[in-house]
């Protein structure tokens, strides 16, 4: 699979929050759209450093599409319109102010340990999903 062709979802591997949440866009990626790095891993971490993203400033889900990167409700918005179902409807929501987007954005994220739990590793994807991940 050719991660050029793909919009790719970065993530912190340890956050259970994060994962449930890769694993709710992968069942509903129904365009194979996506791909997916954690940020811990290698990939992730050159992604990173070629798009001069400070990981341990950005406590964020980073969607990388085009050469350009999104973080926080943009991501979290722009990952919408391309699900199945409803979801694309959530998009509207990009009109918003930034700052009230990112402000509930944040809440979650920093509360997302507290409320959903970590790991102490990165999950391993299912065999069938391995295609999914760089």
């Not at 991660?3 to 990626?29: A, M, P, Q, Y």
């Not at 341990?56 to 085009?66: A, F, G, N, P, R």
């Not at 509930?104 to 999914?132: Q, T």
Request: some cysteine.
């Amino acid at each position: 699979m050719n991660s050029e062709k793909h919009k790719i979802i970065l993530f912190d591997g340890v956050c259970n929050l994060c994962n449930s949440s890769v694993l709710f866009v992968i069942k509903r990626d129904n365009n194979n759209v996506f791909q997916f790095a954690s940020l811990q891993s290698e990939f992730g971490q050159l992604m990173a450093k070629k798009y001069t993203i400070d990981i341990s400033e950005i406590d964020s889900i980073i969607l990388l599409d085009d050469d350009k990167f999104y973080t926080k409700s943009s991501a979290v918005l722009r990952i919408s319109k391309f699900l199945s179902g409803a979801y694309p409807l959530f998009y509207m929501f990009i009109v918003l102010p930034k700052s009230l987007r990112n402000w509930v954005y944040d809440f979650i994220a920093k509360n997302r340990y507290r409320w959903f739990g970590k790991r102490d590793s990165c999950m391993i994807p299912a065999k069938e999903l391995m295609h999914k991940f760089l």
